[in-house]
């Protein structure tokens, strides 16, 4: 492999490795060799949720602790990962087998997820907890002030069943109508429907939970810009 | 509150807080005051699972994530936390209201372990993540050997299992003889039987299973003395 692509990675990081095998082995996949990232995937989750927690503590003074856990779980839930190993470009680094590289484990998931963990404890091994902290607040301090809006709403599917209740309305209902994908990384298209003011909308998602809010969230628009 | 038992305290974690607000609130039950421990319990909770896991990291070179992961799980668990509470004898400096005092609060293993990790989410407010760290190190690592003994063992329902498989025997019965003390703290009484050579133990713990484990600890003593 050409370093050129582990070089654009840790610019990306903002962090050159002094001992640059600790690179490697974090994006290196369990299927690619003895030499793979899942203990340090241990220690970055460990320091993941460590410097999430932290950040939190700080930039939320008044809040009580059952927030910052609920805000928490949803910053170093596996889809955010995945989302900043994306940013990252985690797919053009990774190391896996051939096989696992076949099947398109390169874009799996769970993969780059626990890519994205073995990274931030690469960090923490190379140059200490301040420069893997560093690193954690830059990649996410743009996503909590969204996820704080998340995990601080009500969810769509409660805000509906409210307005639905508070109108004397039969309640909604969800239905899955399908699915994408290999298991572990599928799309689910789920309809949600409300006899009452017949209405219906299609919510994607990458759960069905997910797909169920998304779709909740649609109708509910459709209801508020309906006149009553 | 005097504040010598305070300074004890300072002593036995060898950490002087700079502010010792920070030290007074870790202590800081709920039922006392609005300026309780919870958030700093919430980091505390990071802290410790980040600074033992990194023990673990350096101590088990060798050990696949899933070792470190079931160990890690054993020495951050809640009557782990009471031990060291205990230790530290943080009984006598707890604040809480006057009712949860009567109550016998002080003695209570999740108030215990709970004001654990805020005194350690404190320890890093104020002085940093290496104090932090060294406090944490120094707590733990005499129950590392023992946890590694515990974690990496079969447990004693199992090997009781096996031993009379092994046998042909039939497999032994559990039952809850007596439970003590009030919801969330109570102390289980199990009677382990085994049919076949006639014999039972009791055993005591804070939970069923851990009563259990006990009971087939003593079955497996008695088995293992008896000639067959």
Request: charged share 25%; aromatic share 6%; proline share 4%.
């Amino acid at each position: 492999m050409s370093t050129y692509p582990l070089d654009t990675l840790q610019a990306r990081l903002g962090h050159v490795f002094r001992d640059q095998s600790l690179l490697l082995r974090a994006v290196s996949h369990r299927s690619h060799g003895a030499d793979h990232n899942e203990r340090l995937e241990f220690l970055g989750d460990a320091v993941l949720n460590m410097t999430v927690s932290d950040l939190l503590f700080d930039q939320f003074d008044d809040s009580p602790e059952g927030d910052l856990t609920r805000v928490r779980a949803h910053l170093v839930r596996q889809d955010m990962l995945h989302r900043l190993a994306l940013s990252l470009q985690l797919p053009a680094v990774l190391r896996l087998s051939d096989g696992e590289a076949r099947a398109g484990g390169a874009q799996r998931p769970s993969i780059l997820a626990d890519a994205m963990e073995a990274v931030i404890g690469a960090v923490y091994r190379d140059a200490g907890y301040e420069a893997a902290q560093a690193l954690v607040r830059r990649l996410f301090e743009p996503l909590v002030s969204e996820t704080v809006t998340q995990a601080w709403a009500k969810d769509a599917k409660t805000q509906l069943q409210e307005w639905l209740q508070a109108r004397r309305q039969s309640v909604p209902e969800y239905r899955i109508e399908t699915t994408r994908g290999r298991a572990h990384d599928q799309t689910f298209v789920v309809v949600c429907s409300v006899a009452g003011p017949g209405i219906e909308a299609r919510g994607e998602g990458r759960s069905r939970r997910a797909a169920e809010q998304e779709a909740a969230r649609l109708v509910l628009e459709q209801l508020s810009s309906t006149p009553e």
